[in-house]
């Protein structure tokens, strides 16, 4: 586990709020020099800590999406299974997010898909046919309430 100090803390929380700040904006914000800033920012990055930006998209563009909140059980965990489920996984632009869990389930993954057809498609075609799967379990997003 990496820790993080607190100007570390501080970067991420301002990034996270608005990670197109600038890099003077940002320094200032910390209390640092802009190309200490950049250093530190830099640093999380090749750390892996901050692995990423995105854009949130609101609006017509984010409601022809239905999220489904997926748990995965798979009929063994052995590290064999494991790494070919979640390689597969990875091949497939629907699932948008996945965690490896401790409790009932194995995995619990986020989809993104246009309505339930396109989730009997994805269900049977996909999620099914995952190395090692033995139950799926699936529930629709109402709403996102962030």
Request: charged share 30%; with cysteine; proline share 3%.
């Amino acid at each position: 586990m990496q820790t993080l100090d607190r100007i570390d803390q501080a970067l991420i929380r301002a990034l996270r709020r608005d990670a197109r700040i600038t890099n003077a904006a940002l320094a200032e914000e910390v209390g640092l020099s802009p190309s200490a800033c950049l250093r530190r920012v830099r640093l999380l990055e090749e750390r892996g800590i901050i692995r990423g930006y995105t854009a949130i998209v609101a609006g017509p563009a984010q409601e022809r999406r239905d999220t489904v909140i997926v748990r995965i059980t798979l009929d063994r965990q052995t590290e064999d299974v494991l790494t070919r489920f979640e390689n597969e996984l990875r091949r497939h632009p629907e699932i948008r997010e996945g965690w490896l869990m401790t409790g009932q389930e194995d995995y619990l993954l986020r989809l993104e898909i246009d309505g339930t057809g396109d989730y009997e498609r994805v269900h049977k075609d996909v999620l099914s046919r995952l190395p090692g799967v033995a139950r799926i379990n699936s529930s629709f997003a109402i709403r996102s309430l962030l």
